[in-house]
């Protein structure tokens, strides 16, 4: 694989690809969503996804700290040497079935012919419709509203009149 330079100017790393050649699958949690990835199934994550899950995808032993945490596997069970293979220890074998990859794009300038015309959005064939008469269909017949006749209105109820009040009596 070709090595590339991240801080490049040309170079731009849209993704993470995750390849799960573990036996079970590959889960993790990122902003409370569980991702879960099959055995033997890809899947690329976003930049900010890959980094809470692997680390620093470009530094493999940086990588490989950060995923033993986050996947428990910094236990002394998992410390210990392997059954399979006595010199990598169960979390190094566990490790290196994962196979993840930066997913790197090379941004190159398109350098356009200037002297030649660009063509035009080609024209549909035009469609032949044959002369088919359509019957239109009659107009329905609106119902006949009837309106009342002119009615008046109610006068607006009159204020109610003050009590009179009591005179005062004299002392």
């Known amino acids: ?5 991240i801080t490049a100017p040309d170079v731009r790393l849209h993704y993470v690809r995750l390849t799960n050649h573990l036996d079970v699958p590959f889960t993790d949690r990122h902003d409370g969503v569980p ?4 055995p033997g199934k890809s899947d690329n994550f976003p930049i900010d996804m890959a980094a809470h899950f692997f680390g620093n995808v470009m530094d493999r ?7 033993c945490k986050r996947q428990g596997w910094n236990t002394p069970a998992h410390l210990k040497p392997s ?6 220890s169960v979390a ?3 490790f290196s079935k994962l ?14 012919d200037l002297e030649q015309p660009i063509p035009a959005d080609p024209q549909p064939p035009a469609v032949e419709r044959a002369a088919v ?3 239109k269909a009659p107009k329905a017949a609106r119902p006949v509203v009837r309106r009342k006749k002119w ?5 607006p109820a009159q204020p109610a009149a003050p009590a009179p009040e009591a005179p005062a009596e004299a002392v």
């Open 133 to 135: 008469e359509v019957p």
């Open 35 to 38: 991702v879960s990835i099959g």
């Open 61 to 67: 032993e940086a990588s490989f700290r950060h995923v």
């Open 99 to 112: 196979e993840i990859k930066p997913v790197v794009y090379k941004m190159v300038e398109a350098q356009p």
């Open 1 to 5: 694989m070709e090595q590339h330079e």
């Open 83 to 88: 059954e399979a293979d006595p010199s990598k």
């Open 151 to 155: 009615a008046r209105r109610a006068k």
């Open 92 to 94: 190094q074998l566990l």
